[in-house]
């Protein structure tokens, strides 16, 4: 079973425009990250924010926890065709970093 | 640093064949971990391994066997592949000092027949 759901499955916007994408998860966590996978490529890590966090930034990327609702959400502003990938958020319960990954938001980003 | 290695990239077997999926890294990581990915699915873990000489179930080992060798690689086995077990498969490993951020190997592609 996945921990993590990503929403919406799918997303397509033309560059410059702001893409968000949504993870809710079931049970309570350690941290959650948000992986970057471009087409049959391995995962890119692009941001971690643990429980106790409500909000974190990174270059283009702001990301949000909300842990009342088990959500999470990825903000990636002023989009570029580069940023053409599938997104995957992935939770960590416990001490022993094994993530459990969503099944991922794949966004297209048109020139 | 060449990061995470993987071997073979594609791989295509026959029922019932066996095979060892290889990966390495060279950042003196302790953990590592191995994952399969299906078509349009996130990944979900298969085995992982918390230090040399330590290893553990994921959430899908039924079919699998590991090995960690060294610090440096950590191996998958597949004794006697099923078709079940198409997928691109996934090796990362996490450094020291509890970043809990996992770098990835560029995937080995499997197809069983």
């Known amino acids: 079973s996945q921990q993590g759901e990503e929403d919406p499955q799918a997303l397509s916007i033309q560059e410059g425009e702001n893409a968000t994408m949504n993870c809710s998860y079931k049970?309570?966590?350690?941290?959650l990250q948000w992986y970057r996978q471009n087409s049959g490529r391995g995962l890119v890590h692009l941001i971690l924010?643990?429980?106790?966090?409500r909000e974190k930034h990174s270059g283009r990327l702001r990301v949000t926890l909300d842990t009342s609702k088990k959500s999470s959400s990825l903000l990636i502003t002023a989009s570029r065709a580069a940023d053409t990938a599938s997104y995957f958020c992935?939770?960590?319960?416990?001490?022993?970093?094994?993530?459990?990954f969503g099944g991922g938001t794949r966004v297209l980003v048109k020139p | 640093n060449a990061g995470v290695t993987q071997t073979p990239k594609f791989q295509v077997l026959k029922t019932g064949q066996s095979m060892t999926l290889q990966c390495a890294q060279d950042?003196?990581?302790?953990?590592m971990y191995w994952y399969r990915q299906d078509p349009g699915m996130g990944l979900r873990l298969i085995y992982y391994s918390a230090s040399e000489g330590t290893t553990d179930k994921g959430e899908v080992p039924n079919g699998y066997n590991v090995s960690r060798l060294n610090k440096r690689e950590f191996s998958l086995r597949l004794e006697s592949a099923a078709p079940s077990q198409t997928s691109v498969y996934f090796c990362?490993?996490?450094?020291?000092?509890?970043?809990?951020?996992?770098?990835f190997g560029p995937g080995t592609r499997l197809t069983v027949l």
């Open positions: 990362a490993s996490i450094p020291p000092g509890g970043t809990d951020t996992q770098y």
């Open positions: 924010i643990r429980s106790n966090e």
């Open positions: 049970t309570s966590i350690n941290n």
């Open positions: 992935a939770t960590d319960k416990a001490a022993g970093n094994k993530l459990t």
């Open positions: 950042m003196n990581h302790n953990s």
